[in-house]
């Protein structure tokens, strides 16, 4: 009975396989859940680890060691009184300020206090804690922060306190990672749950597509914390937070396609096992080849410069890969083990009608389908003029102020306060290495520099034939305008012969952080492209059809950003994006929306070899619809979840993916793909062979009502 269905097919859906299949998911999960939740533990959120090797500012960390440690990251403690600090109040300072150095991992002298220079008296006085961090430093900065937040309170003076500079930056930042994982599984298992509930419309089945959604995501876990450990892969909390999203909404999409393919076999087969191995067989290619291009798609991100782009790459493609085995393994074995009873109280019994060929999506087809061409044009013009919004985009980098969502956080207010007082660069100095003999002349060069405090640059500190210099910037490190300070002061220490001067610091690492994510941009967004092609030729033999896809995709992701930039720019009043943010976009809305075509026209492709193309399109999205939207909905929801964080990036991320897939699975697959179809015919498929079947005219495509009637003969 199963002659025609793959041994692949047969082993998850056998009667002694199913159990096999636990057993081992049960094995693998037993070795790996465990590691997984060690994770958080291999996370590195330090930007400056995040550079490529051959950025000017990390050989700049690289000899600054000599110098002091790389795990040192300053607090700046800024006290404040608008009506003038008293003599009184800068001896009370100070005396806290003898205080500080026997704080936990203090181990160099403390700076300041420091008065600003208002006059008749300062107003501001700030006081540099240098804190060694350690390895585990991003886990313990909102700890090392705290107790020095609480040392520094002066009752009954007047005066407002506040920590900030890196330190204090780096404990908020470390805080809104806080939970994360438990934010976003727990917010993106009710999407899925809310989704699933409404979609098979059963109060028992969604439990097992997230039961294997689950085990994917511990296994994916426990495999990345092995490569992170003992293979060097860099995972930050941007990279495990998207991994949580992508597997849960990419795995739940496998598992609702599988589904609904299982559902109509049940129809046609008594044998709950065999329905369950010519749905595999039927259905796995698609999902395989739709899985294969996220996949590929994501790992050609470890061709980025930039180690946090780069790692990302692997991570997600890892999740997507376990949760493509969990969806084809795991979850058919669950299936059949439980039998029919599932689908209660709709059960689909063998010989019964499936309705889903007389839905929506039929209807729409038909519609579709009386002028194709008027649809794929109008369609195509509405998409243009949102994509038009994506010139408004603003993603040249945002400032730590307006990194997080919702009220300031300490740090943010603090560094506000010292920018009133002090030189915006203040607390973040831009540093210079040279030669040791050259040093003097160096620092010469570094004194012209317009936008560096002259009086800032003091006597270098040499050390192993290396001379330090250090200076003020007069702008913010995170400013446009720091960031032409640090191409000023390259220029000039450059010049000096025999040198080999090097500018780093903060502010040099934003501005070369910035470039690599625009070099990765224009290196990626090809690759992926050209990538994505070549496994659409393959997959449908044909040169026409990927083309066709590709173009839509890529419309429907410049429509998505062009939504996002109105409702990041009017509504939300974001400050701007990451540079990084339209790579990221494009790799999953292209990857992402690749998928839900490959769906669609691996099913067209399927009944244009019985019916022809343009009747197979009718019949491929009335069988498709519901379920790609399913599918479309229940992703755009998950990535919407990352929206619940408190951090910028991840809220534009979840947002603008969350638009993209909404347009890819409604208007772009179910409408602009459809009617491209039908208005093209055979010639989609050239130069395959079933581009020489002769198809019916464009008036002649049969109705919703025949085109049901043809699908149903099968």
């Known amino acids: 009975m199963m002659s025609g269905v793959g041994t692949l097919a047969k082993l998850p859906s056998g009667k002694i396989g199913k159990w096999v299949t636990l057993a081992l998911w049960v094995l693998i999960l037993g070795v790996l859940a465990p590691l997984g939740g060690k994770l958080n533990s291999v996370q590195d959120n330090q930007m400056s680890s995040w550079l490529p090797g051959d950025a000017e500012s990390t050989q700049v960390l690289e000899i600054t060691e000599r110098f002091h440690s790389s795990n040192e990251i300053p607090a700046i403690v800024v006290y404040e009184k608008p009506s003038g600090l008293t003599q ?8 806290h300020t003898a205080k500080f150095g026997e704080l936990e991992r203090v181990d160099r002298d403390v700076i300041g206090p420091i008065p600003s220079q208002e006059t008749p008296a300062p107003q501001a006085a700030q006081v540099i804690v240098p804190f060694n961090a350690g390895d585990d430093g ?161 790992v050609c991100l470890v061709f980025a410069s930039l180690n946090s782009t780069s790692g990302l790459g692997p991570v997600a493609a890892i999740g997507v890969g376990v949760g493509l085995l969990a969806m084809v393994t795991l979850l058919p074995a669950l299936l059949v083990i439980c039998g029919r009873w599932l689908f209660w109280p709709v059960r689909p019994s063998f010989g019964s009608a499936d309705h889903t060929e007389t839905g929506v999506w039929a209807k729409i087809g038909g519609g579709i389908a009386r002028r194709p061409r008027v649809v794929w044009v109008v369609t195509a013009l509405l998409l243009g003029v949102f994509a038009l919004g994506s010139l408004t985009l603003k993603a040249d980098g945002i400032t730590n102020a307006g990194s997080f969502t919702g009220d300031a956080p300490e740090s943010v207010v603090g560094d506000q306060v010292l920018a009133r007082h002090f030189p915006a660069g203040a607390a973040q100095p831009i540093e210079v290495i040279a030669k040791a003999d050259k040093a003097d002349e160096v620092r010469a060069a570094f004194r012209t520099v317009p936008g560096v405090v002259p009086e800032s640059i003091e006597e270098p500190q040499i050390k192993d034939g290396y001379a330090l210099l250090q200076g003020t910037m007069v702008d913010s490190v995170d400013s446009d305008a720091g960031a032409a300070t640090v191409d000023r002061v390259r220029a000039a220490v450059h010049q000096v012969p025999g040198a080999e001067a090097k500018a780093g610091g903060m502010a040099a690492i ?50 998505a950003l062009g939504i996002s930039a109105f409702f990041f720019n009017q509504v939300f009043d974001f400050q701007g994006a990451d540079p990084s943010f339209p790579l990221f976009v494009f790799v999953f809305l292209v990857s992402l929306g690749i998928d839900y075509n490959i769906f669609l026209m691996t099913r067209i492709h399927e009944e244009s070899k019985q019916w022809g193309t343009r009747r197979g399109a009718l019949i491929g999205l009335s069988a498709t619809g519901g379920v790609i939207t399913s599918a479309g909905l229940v992703l755009a929801g998950t990535f919407a979840v990352l929206a619940t964080l408190p951090l910028v990036a991840f809220a534009q991320i979840g947002f603008t993916v969350a638009v993209g897939v909404v347009l890819d699975t409604i208007i772009v697959r179910g409408i602009l793909v459809t009617s491209l179809t039908l208005d093209i015919g055979r010639w989609m498929w050239w130069p395959h062979r079933l581009s020489g079947k002769r198809d019916v005219e464009p008036e002649e495509v049969t109705t919703d009502r025949e085109v049901t009637a043809l699908s149903t003969e099968k």
Do not use: C
Request: net charge negative; hydrophobic share 55%; no cysteine.
């Open 88 to 95: 009184g109040d800068l001896t009370a300072i100070a005396e």
């Open 138 to 298: 991003w886990a313990k900065l909102p700890d090392l922060v705290e107790q020095l937040d609480k040392a520094a309170q002066i009752d009954g003076t007047g005066m407002t306190v506040h920590v900030t500079g890196p330190a204090g930056m780096g404990a908020d930042q470390a805080k809104a990672f806080e939970g994360i994982d438990g934010t976003l599984l727990y917010a993106a298992l009710l999407v899925v749950i809310v989704a699933l509930l409404i979609t098979y419309r059963s109060p028992i089945l969604w439990l097992l597509p997230v039961l294997s959604a689950g085990a994917a995501l511990f296994a994916a876990q426990g495999v990345i914390y092995l490569l992170a450990e003992y293979a060097g892969l860099t995972v930050n909390g941007q990279s495990a937070g998207i991994l949580t999203v992508l597997v849960f909404g990419a795995g739940t999409d496998y598992a609702l396609l599988l589904v609904a393919r299982y559902r109509e076999e049940l129809r046609r087969h008594e044998d709950r096992h065999e329905a369950m191995a010519f749905a595999l067989h039927r259905a796995g290619p698609a999902i395989w080849a739709s899985a294969a291009t996220v996949i590929v798609g994501m």
């Open 510 to 559: 934003l501005h070369d952080t910035n470039q690599a994510n625009t070099d990765d941009r224009n290196l990626i967004i090809p690759l992926v492209l050209v990538v994505v092609f070549l496994i659409l030729a393959g997959l449908l033999r044909a040169l026409v059809a990927p083309l066709v896809l590709i173009a839509t995709v890529v419309l429907s992701f410049f429509a």
